[in-house]
C-alpha cells in the first residue's frame, strides 16, 4: 500500500500555512495587488511617476518602492498619500480567518 501525502485534501493556505509561508505569501500578494492598482490609476489619469511623486510630495524613489512588488514594507502614511494624489480613499478590512 502507498504512503498518502499528508497535502491530499487540504488547501494551498495550509500547505502554505505548515511551510510558514502563508504569511509572507499573502503580504506579497497583496502588495501585487496594490502597486497594480496604483499603477493603473496612474495610467488611466496620464500621470507619469515624476508627477505622481510631486502630487504625493515626495521622491520619485518612494514612489519606486511604492510599486515595487515584491517591496512589503509600504505604511499606510504611504498608501494613503498615494490614494489622495490619485482622487481615492484606502479602506482597510480584517477578515475571519
Same mark, same amino acid.
Given at each position: 500500500?502507498?504512503?498518502?501525502?499528508?497535502?491530499?485534501?487540504?488547501?494551498?493556505?495550509?500547505?502554505?500555512?505548515?511551510?510558514?509561508?502563508?504569511?509572507? =505569501?499573502?503580504?506579497?500578494?497583496?502588495?501585487?495587488?496594490?502597486?497594480?492598482?496604483?499603477?493603473?490609476?496612474?495610467?488611466?489619469?496620464?500621470?507619469?511617476?515624476?508627477?505622481?511623486?510631486?502630487?504625493?510630495? =515626495?521622491?520619485?524613489?518612494?514612489? !519606486?518602492?511604492?510599486?515595487?512588488? !515584491?517591496? =512589503?514594507?509600504? =505604511?499606510?502614511?504611504?498608501?494613503?498619500?498615494?490614494?489622495?494624489?490619485?482622487?481615492?480613499?484606502?479602506?482597510?478590512?480584517?477578515?475571519?480567518?
Amino acid at each position: 500500500m502507498s504512503k498518502r501525502s499528508p497535502h491530499v485534501g487540504s488547501d494551498f493556505d495550509d500547505f502554505l500555512a505548515e511551510n510558514d509561508l502563508l504569511e509572507p =505569501t499573502t503580504a506579497v500578494a497583496i502588495k501585487r495587488v496594490i502597486a497594480w492598482q496604483i499603477t493603473e490609476a496612474m495610467k488611466a489619469r496620464g500621470l507619469s511617476k515624476k508627477a505622481m511623486a510631486e502630487r504625493m510630495r =515626495t521622491s520619485r524613489s518612494h514612489l !519606486d518602492r511604492l510599486l515595487d512588488e !515584491d517591496d =512589503t514594507g509600504l =505604511t499606510l502614511e504611504t498608501l494613503s498619500r498615494a490614494a489622495q494624489a490619485l482622487g481615492y480613499r484606502v479602506k482597510v478590512e480584517l477578515a475571519a480567518a
